[in-house]
């Protein structure tokens, strides 16, 4: 079945830093792609999305490029920021946006 | 427009109890989804709705868990009799096809079965 494997956290990095979460799919078919965030206390939250090979979703400063030769969507920002922390969530759906299935989660902390 | 609701917030039970959790979509929205959530693990899907007819409850351990959407609008989750294993966050979510394939997430609701 489908499936989806994020880089284990935590990740800490200071204010400013350049930040990598890797992900991971296996999936048939052609998924869409998807990457969400919790913040504390908070519920789930669409950062950004890819529906299809090569596009690139972006918000907030964040950007992943859905690759279907490496079957990855590696999230990134070129300086986080302390609000940034939060648990990021990989994850991916049939071409409805149906059968949704998650990474595990990598927690983030940034440091000021 | 006002986001996924969901009650209660927590809720804390004795093993073998029975549990009701229950979700209002967004306005219009036809697909609605439960999931488990873990702790320090991702959601699980465990049930599909569309519209009032469930489409997906594979994952849905059926011998203790049951969920309904009578009139298509609003869902209850009911889990009898709980198991310490049941611990979780209940996420419920919704989506329309006029919006792409983005689900929207409610809050959760926090469940611990001591």
């Known amino acids: 079945g489908n499936s989806v494997t994020q880089m284990e956290g935590p990740v800490t990095l200071s204010e400013e830093a350049f930040l990598t979460i890797n992900c991971t799919y296996t999936a048939t078919g052609y998924p869409s792609l998807f990457w969400y965030v919790q913040y504390p206390g908070e519920g789930l939250q669409l950062l950004l999305k890819a529906t299809k090979a090569d596009d690139k979703g972006s918000n907030k400063g964040f950007e992943a490029t859905y690759r279907k030769e490496t079957t990855s969507f590696h999230l990134e920002k070129g300086s986080v920021q302390v609000s940034d922390s939060a648990v990021y969530f990989c994850a991916l759906s049939d071409k409805y946006g149906n059968k949704l299935v998650f990474g595990a989660g990598t927690i983030l902390r940034v440091k000021s | ?114």
Request: aromatic share 10%; hydrophobic share 35%.
């Open chain 2, 1 to 114: 427009e006002a986001g996924v609701a969901q009650s209660p917030r927590y809720k804390i039970i004795e093993k073998r109890q029975s549990v009701a959790f229950w979700c209002n979509p967004i306005s219009g929205h036809a697909t609605l989804y439960w999931y488990q959530q873990i702790l320090g693990q991702g959601p699980k899907l465990l049930i599909q709705f569309q519209n009032n007819g469930v489409v997906d409850d594979s994952q849905l351990p059926k011998d203790r868990f049951s969920a309904e959407r009578l009139k298509g609008v609003d869902s209850t989750l009911k889990i009898q009799p709980a198991k310490l294993e049941d611990s979780a966050v209940y996420l419920c979510a919704s989506r329309t096809i006029r919006q792409g394939n983005e689900q929207f997430f409610g809050p959760g609701t926090r469940l611990t079965v001591l």
